[in-house]
């Protein structure tokens, strides 16, 4: 079974600093999808930021990277210029890839809060 | 606008009773989750759903049941047999054949055993 690990339960960033969340998995598939969301106090589960396996090169968007090592399923998020907004939940989650009969589970991290101090 | 939509917003059960939590979504899409939330646990699935009149169980379906008569609405019912009844959960649909495709979240049912 994929299993989804983020290592940090809690983590703090000056704003406009940067910041790294680690996340870790375990697949045998070669073929997937990984995935950062962000939930806010609000609890509104928001994607920030999804990544192909098959893709050699590191998913951008905007302030939101993350560095995708496939050899040791790693796929950490870095948050630039960190702003008081970023202040939330953040997990990582995995997906297979669409093989006709997978059963295309959604695999969540237990999720890593971020405290963004001004 | 197209979007999921859970209901209630918050539900209070008490002991021994089933309760049913709604989601419906509009966004055409073939798959659907359950998922519940409690601090420190993440998100765990309960049940999920590829096609109307299948679902499959998830990590922790004990005590819950679902049903998929419509591609539109995937309800959730709390059965008297959960034993631990309060948390927050989710329900989430996703286009099922295009596995880079992100999940869309409902805002969340925030059930309490009273």
């Known amino acids: 079974a994929q299993t989804v690990t983020q290592s940090q339960p809690e983590m703090s960033v000056q704003e406009a600093e940067t910041v790294t969340l680690s996340c870790t998995y375990d697949?045998?598939?070669?073929?997937?999808?990984l995935f950062w969301y962000k939930q806010p106090p609000s609890r509104q589960m928001i994607l920030v930021i999804r990544?192909?396996?098959?893709?050699?090169q590191n998913a951008t968007e905007n302030r939101f990277s993350v560095n995708f090592q496939k050899a040791a399923k790693s796929f950490s998020l870095k948050i630039s210029d960190s702003q008081l907004g970023d202040a939330a939940m953040y997990f990582c989650?995995?997906?297979?890839?669409?093989?006709?009969?997978?059963?295309?589970?959604?695999?969540f991290g237990k999720g890593t809060l971020l405290t963004v101090n001004p | 606008d197209g979007g999921i939509t859970q209901s209630p917003k918050y539900l209070f059960r008490k002991e021994g009773q089933n309760v049913t939590l709604s989601c419906e979504q509009n966004l055409n899409h073939d798959a659907m989750y359950w998922y519940r939330q409690d601090p420190g646990q993440g998100l765990r699935l309960i049940y999920y759903?590829?096609?109307?009149?299948?679902?499959q169980k998830g990590d922790i379906a004990e005590g819950y049941s679902v049903s998929r008569e419509k591609k539109e609405s995937f309800p959730l019912t709390v059965t008297s047999a959960q034993k631990n009844p309060t948390a927050f959960y989710l329900c989430?649909?996703?286009?099922?054949?295009?596995?880079?495709?992100?999940?869309?979240f409902g805002q969340g049912t925030r059930l309490t055993v009273v």
């Open positions: 759903s590829h096609i109307v009149n299948d679902f």
């Open positions: 989430a649909s996703s286009i099922y054949g295009t596995g880079g495709t992100e999940a869309f």
């Open positions: 989650a995995y997906r297979e890839g669409y093989s006709g009969g997978s059963n295309y589970k959604l695999t």
């Open positions: 697949t045998s598939e070669s073929d997937y999808y």
């Open positions: 990544q192909e396996a098959y893709k050699q």
